[in-house]
């Protein structure tokens, strides 16, 4: 069984101030991807990541894929507010699998 | 583009009851996926259909658990009879396969359970 373990679980953090999110694994996964949820929402899609070493940016956010494609990062620059949210990853196990394995996520507060 | 619509928003029941949710994915999407989201945790995948088919239900509880795609569009998910343990949301998503050969998911709203 594939396992993704997000840390931090909780953040709260005050609206300027940057932070990492963080995605790890013991396996090897075909592509990565971080979905942001919001309460009473499903999961939206930010970004997929395919390649080792793999780095994307939206915005103020950017996502990294580890060099053995086992982790990924979420670093946010200068959060704010409307940045709350429910953080998850998400591994896809093997390419043309279309499944996905979730984390536990991380709850992220901005405060004004 | 009309998203994936799922129905009822919340439901509120007692143990050993049965109910009954469902899914309308975004046309033309021939992969339905089902999860169920506990609080404080993420999604764990139940079953996965592809057009009218069952790809993957290796989690889901078949005891208790059922669901059927009967003419690869709609979906429903039944679960009969309810736990206290079966309370959280239940989320639809739907897939469509890129250019690229990967899939995009795209979710509904989910659909609340309570069960007391």
């Known amino acids: 069984t594939q396992l993704l373990e997000q840390s931090p679980q909780f953040l709260s953090i005050q609206e300027g101030e940057n932070l990492t999110v963080y995605c790890n694994s013991s396996s090897v996964f075909s592509s990565l991807q971080w979905y942001r949820q919001e309460p009473g929402e499903g999961p939206v899609l930010l970004v997929t990541?395919?390649?080792?070493?793999e780095v994307k940016k939206l915005k103020r956010l950017t996502f990294q894929f580890g060099d053995a494609r086992k982790d990924s990062s979420l670093h946010i620059t200068a959060a704010q507010p409307g940045d709350t949210g429910l953080y998850l990853c998400a591994g896809e196990a093997g390419a043309g699998s279309y499944q996905l394995t979730f984390g536990k996520g991380t709850k992220l507060s901005v405060i004004p | 583009e009309a998203g994936v619509a799922q129905s009822p928003r919340y439901k509120i029941i007692e143990k050993r009851q049965s109910v009954a949710f469902w899914c309308n994915p975004i046309s033309g999407h021939a992969t339905l996926y089902w999860y169920q989201q506990i609080l404080g945790q993420g999604p764990k995948l139940l079953i996965q259909?592809?057009?009218?088919?069952?790809?993957?239900d290796s989690q889901l509880p078949k005891d208790r658990f059922s669901a059927e795609r009967l003419k690869g569009v709609d979906s429903t998910l039944k679960i009969q009879p309810a736990k206290l343990e079966d309370s959280a949301v239940y989320l639809c998503?739907?897939?469509?396969?890129?250019?690229?050969?990967?899939?995009?998911?795209?979710f509904g709203p989910g659909t609340r359970l309570t069960v007391l």
């Open positions: 998503a739907s897939s469509l396969v890129m250019t690229s050969g990967r899939a995009q998911q795209f």
């Open positions: 990541v395919v390649t080792g070493g």
């Open positions: 259909f592809q057009n009218n088919g069952v790809v993957d």
